[in-house]
Nanobody, 112 residues
Framework: QVQLVESGGGWVQPGDSLTLSCAASGSDISRDPMAWYRQAPGKEREWVALITIGGSTNYRDSVKGRFNISRDGAKNTLYLLMKNLKPEDTGVYFC??????WGQGTQVTVSS
């Protein structure tokens, strides 16, 4: 069973950048489908970005051109580079493995 630990969240101002990490253990994630989700206060958890078995990526419309999902097989870690952050990007960000396993989440707050 894979375990996931997210890190890298914090408080930033609008327009800033932030990189989230999701360290995996217990399984090699380099060829598994992985995704990032987020949950804003009082809202449903929503999908943000995914990377497929073959390495293709896809993003929800609101983050296209600003976010980039990637992974490092040697470090067994998934990343989410977030640029030009907006207040509506605020939430707890979770990584997900094969649509099944979740990490504990990391808080991202975008506010001036």
């Amino acid at each position: 069973q894979v375990q996931l630990v997210e890190s890298g969240g914090g408080w930033v101002q609008p327009g800033d950048s932030l990189t989230l990490s999701c360290a995996a253990s217990g399984s090699d994630i380099s060829r598994d489908p992985m995704a990032w989700y987020r949950q804003a206060p009082g809202k449903e958890r929503e999908w943000v970005a995914l990377i497929t078995i073959g390495g293709s990526t896809n993003y929800r419309d609101s983050v296209k051109g600003r976010f980039n999902i990637s992974r490092d097989g040697a470090k067994n870690t998934l990343y989410l580079l977030m640029k030009n952050l907006k207040p509506e990007d605020t939430g707890v960000y979770f990584c997900n493995h094969k649509w099944s396993v979740w990490g504990q989440g990391t808080q991202v707050t975008v506010s001036s």
